[in-house]
């Protein structure tokens, strides 16, 4: 996704609310979401950028998500040791360009723990041709 010739200002990629807790990055180099390996790994696997046509349901699979931090968390992490929410929620950008609030699982449903949100939920965890989503 190349979104940089479209930003006017960079500031979109920091969340107002983030409180800038300590970080491995410098603040002034970081952002307050990430892009999800999920979506790498794919890339990766077919040496190849993500294709529209490879995508068979965008409204439904997250390629930006907030980091936990967010949520006044010790770490980026949505879960560590003796959390056992069974569901959390991040914001979320979605691969056809819509935002919204994300119900993130402890564990997928395909048996994937989701402690740093990298991976899809449904079908596959990072092949597209699979067919995988984060939302049904």
Same mark, same amino acid.
């Given at each position: 996704? #190349? ?14 609310? /983030?409180?800038? @807790? @300590?970080?491995?990055? @410098? ?9 999800? +390996? ?7 696997? #077919? ?10 349901? $965008?409204? &439904? ?12 968390? &010790?770490? $980026? ?5 003796? /959390? ?11 691969? /056809?360009? +819509? @935002?919204? #609030? ?24 990072? +092949? ?7 939302? &049904?």
């Amino acid at each position: 996704m #190349v979104t940089n010739p479209y930003v006017k200002n960079e500031q979109i990629f920091r969340c107002p609310s /983030d409180a800038e @807790a @300590a970080r491995w990055v @410098a603040w002034d180099l970081r952002g307050s979401y990430y892009w999800r +390996h999920a979506l790498d790994a794919y890339c990766v696997s #077919v040496d190849s950028s993500v294709k529209d046509a490879v995508v068979r349901r $965008p409204a &439904q699979i997250a390629c930006l998500v907030e980091e936990a931090w967010h949520w006044g968390g &010790q770490s $980026p992490w949505c879960w560590n040791a003796g /959390d056992d929410e069974a569901t959390k929620q991040s914001n979320a950008t979605f691969m /056809d360009g +819509h @935002a919204k #609030v994300l119900n993130v699982p402890r564990v997928s449903a395909i048996g994937v723990p989701y402690y740093d949100l990298n991976w899809f939920f449904y079908n596959h965890n990072w +092949h597209l041709p699979s067919d995988p989503v984060d939302i &049904q």
